[in-house]
T-cell receptor, first 116, second 119 residues
Framework: NAGVMQNPRHLVRRRGQEARLRCSPM?????VYWYRQLPEEGLKFMVY????????ESGMPKERFSAEFPKEGPSILRIQQVVRGDSAAYFC??????????????FGSGTRLTVV | AQKVTQAQTEISVVEKEDVTLDCVYE???????LFWYKQPPSGELVFLIR??????QNEISGRYSWNFQKSTSSFNFTITASQVVDSAVYFC????????????????FGGGTRLMVKP
């Protein structure tokens, strides 16, 4: 019964490259959330998706960032033309229904993006 | 708008001391959920507790206890007889309650408190 799987765990990109972060939710979960944690800060909500739908992207930067959760396969957070300020830990969480499960969201282990 | 404040950015204690991590929140919702997460040096997020806004009963789990006071909008976390393995960053978080509102499912996190327990 695997938890939320994120890969890669660590990702290094040069400025201007694209970063793709993957998140496979727990089995049976159809809701995915992405959060960003800048160094020495708390997590900030970015986007909430259901299968093939973006429900809330109020936390996404207006440019260069996009997210999808296709019918088949993992959710992808894509950052185009990365800059040093994008260096952060990106966490994915999933839930089985609208709202929190009795024991909260299940978070993945995160992807640490470093832009050099 | 929702807001979570963890005023203590860093706390250092000696092993076996008790320590309380403060969390104060702001919300206009009458139904909401409060959470605590632990982030050890390895970086993952470990769920500790979820509390409903209509349940003000305090909870104890081993060396951990939580004091929820709606009157002061606080949800403090106490570790009794701290251990070196408790060293981590601890986050308090808030989520809007209720159903039928897709936009309310995100968690609002505090800035975290870094706890260092020295042997």
């Amino acid at each position: 019964n695997a938890g939320v799987m994120q890969n890669p765990r660590h990702l290094v990109r040069r400025r201007g490259q694209e970063a793709r972060l993957r998140c496979s939710p727990m089995k049976g979960h159809s809701h995915v959330y992405w959060y960003r944690q800048l160094p020495e800060e708390g997590l900030k909500f970015m986007v909430y998706l259901q299968k093939e739908n973006i429900i809330d992207e109020s936390g996404m930067p207006k440019e260069r960032f996009s997210a999808e959760f296709p019918k088949e396969g993992p959710s992808i957070l894509r950052i185009q033309q990365v800059v040093r300020g994008d260096s952060a830990a990106y966490f994915c969480a999933s839930s089985p229904t609208q709202g929190a499960r009795p024991y909260g969201y299940t978070f993945g282990s995160g992807t640490r993006l470093t832009v050099v | 708008a929702q807001k979570v404040t963890q005023a203590q950015t860093e706390i250092s204690v000696v092993e076996k001391e008790d320590v309380t991590l403060d969390c104060v929140y702001e919300t206009r919702d009458t139904t909401y959920y409060l959470f605590w997460y632990k982030q050890p040096p390895s970086g993952e997020l470990v769920f500790l507790i979820r509390r409903n806004s209509f349940d003000e009963q305090n909870e104890i789990s081993g060396r951990y206890s939580w004091n929820f006071q709606k009157s002061t909008s606080s949800f403090n976390f106490t570790i009794t007889a701290s251990q070196v393995v408790d060293s981590a960053v601890y986050f308090c978080a808030l989520r809007k309650g209720g159903k039928g509102n897709n936009a309310g499912n995100m968690l609002t996190f505090g800035g975290g408190t870094r706890l260092m327990v020295k042997p």
